[in-house]
């Protein structure tokens, strides 16, 4: 069984940071894409960032400078640093990922069940 689990959220200050990290475990033999989506109160789900298979990276415009996606295969784990935090970016943030499992031919989606992230003013 393949689980994607998000951690590191929690409350932090207006221009503070945080560091959440994805671990997949299971039958994972390696990432091939990772993204952060985050769900504000009351508002859809975004997508904040997204990591290529090839290290590409793209971030939505009200992060960029400020989040930075990353992943490390060795450990299957992705992360996603966010400097200079705003009450906007208040949400519930999920890991969502294609990963390579034992048994499969090409890359299979996941989702992590979320992490809250609360920035106070």
């Known amino acids: 069984q393949v689980q994607l689990v998000e951690s590191g959220g929690g409350l932090a200050q207006f221009g503070g940071s945080l560091r959440l990290s994805c671990v997949a475990s299971g039958d994972v033999i390696s990432i091939y894409t990772m993204a952060w989506y985050r769900q504000p109160p009351g508002k859809q789900r975004e997508l904040v960032a997204r990591l290529g298979h090839d290290g590409s990276t793209s971030y939505t415009d009200s992060v960029k400078g400020r989040f930075t996606i990353s992943a490390d295969n060795g450990r299957n784990t992705g992360y996603l640093q966010m400097n200079r935090l705003k009450t906007e970016d208040t949400a519930v943030y999920y890991c969502?990922?294609?990963?390579?499992?034992?048994?499969?031919?090409?890359?299979?989606?996941?989702w992590g069940p979320g992490t809250q992230v609360t920035v106070s003013s």
């Open positions: 969502n990922a294609a990963l390579y499992v034992r048994g499969g031919s090409w890359p299979e989606d996941y």
